[in-house]
């Protein structure tokens, strides 16, 4: 107990500010790079008094089909062991985003969610929760690996990475996928493995719910899960247009399928998570274009959109449970 609170320490008042700093120059420095740089925030000043600023109403507007499509993939995923009404499922994901944000690589989501399932109900629904989130990184390492070999020549003539470092990279990618993939498909293996460990009758009903994961309902959570993805391109390519970030549809979709890859692998830490993807960001949509800072500001924005605002709302909503219960 004491090592964990003081890992916990050291992250927040050590870890964290250490790299917050970190990225924070090195985002200054690629800005300070940019050429025309009182060109590119006088584009950006001009955007917000344009038809343009319509973008945001548009992402604001995706943020909730965002979240509706994974209300959706959780009310399904959740059915075999109890039946959850769409208002419902909508209100626990919002308040797991609250949870996420003040926690490592948003582990905090499956809190916020189990509380509105009844009791005994509650700590089998985090396996369940577990696979639902497995079905969307499935998704962002197939979409990583295409984007990946979509922007091979790009990658390498402006020296992101080496040739032989871009195969291991590719293969490393193919491979996690397919493991992942096999391992989302074949679910039996988890319950037998645990009907197999000692004194496995204790915890074993938490990973009983997963005999009803058929691959119809595999399936349907993979669907939903590109619809999800499709959005959040939808959402950056918008903010893109924007803060006058000159990218094409194409080009815009495969680099944030790259970047998204990198992010999901990265340790995140919420004080420093807008930094991180406005790092990753511009790391590899600078590839395309020299407008850093518009890539920086579409970073921050969409974090803010998807993340901070559902946390506020969620935050709230946990709050009325909690009043509730008293």
Request: with cysteine; glycine share 6%; net charge positive.
């Amino acid at each position: 107990m004491k090592q964990s609170r003081n890992s916990k320490i050291f992250i927040n008042y050590f870890l964290g500010p250490l790299l917050f700093v970190w990225l924070f120059w090195s985002i200054y420095q690629q800005i300070k790079k940019q050429p025309d740089l009182e060109t590119a925030w006088e584009g950006i000043r001009q955007s917000f008094n344009s038809l343009l600023i319509w973008n945001i109403v548009a992402v604001v507007l995706l943020m909730i089909v965002n979240w509706s499509i994974e209300s959706v993939k959780w009310k399904i995923a959740v059915r075999p062991i109890q039946q959850v009404g769409f208002l419902k499922a909508f209100r626990a994901v919002l308040s797991g985003v609250s949870f996420s944000v003040s926690m490592p690589n948003r582990v905090g989501e499956y809190l916020g969610r189990v509380l509105y399932m009844d009791e005994g109900n509650r700590l089998k629904t985090i396996s369940i929760t577990i696979v639902s989130s497995i079905s969307q990184l499935i998704i962002t390492l197939f979409m990583g690996c295409a984007g990946w070999l979509f922007m091979k020549h790009v990658i390498i003539e402006k020296q992101l990475v080496s040739a032989i470092w871009f195969d291991v990279i590719l293969y490393g990618m193919i491979a996690a996928t397919v493991v992942l993939t096999l391992f989302y498909f074949r679910l039996s293996w988890i319950i037998k493995w645990v009907d197999r460990l000692p004194g496995s009758t204790r915890f074993a009903y938490l990973v009983k719910a997963l005999e009803d994961f058929n691959a119809t309902l595999l399936l349907r959570l993979l669907s939903l899960s590109v619809l999800r993805f499709v959005v959040f391109i939808v959402q950056y390519y918008l903010l893109f247009r924007l803060f006058e970030v000159d990218i094409s549809w194409w080009q815009a979709f495969w680099a944030v399928s790259v970047s998204f890859v990198v992010m999901s692998v990265i340790p995140s830490i919420s004080l420093i998570e807008p930094l991180q993807r406005g790092t990753v960001m511009v790391m590899i949509v600078k590839l395309f274009t020299a407008n850093t800072i518009g890539i920086g500001f579409t970073a921050i924005g969409i974090w803010f959109i998807n993340l901070i605002v559902p946390a506020a709302i969620g935050s709230l909503l946990i709050l009325g449970i909690t009043k509730m219960k008293k």
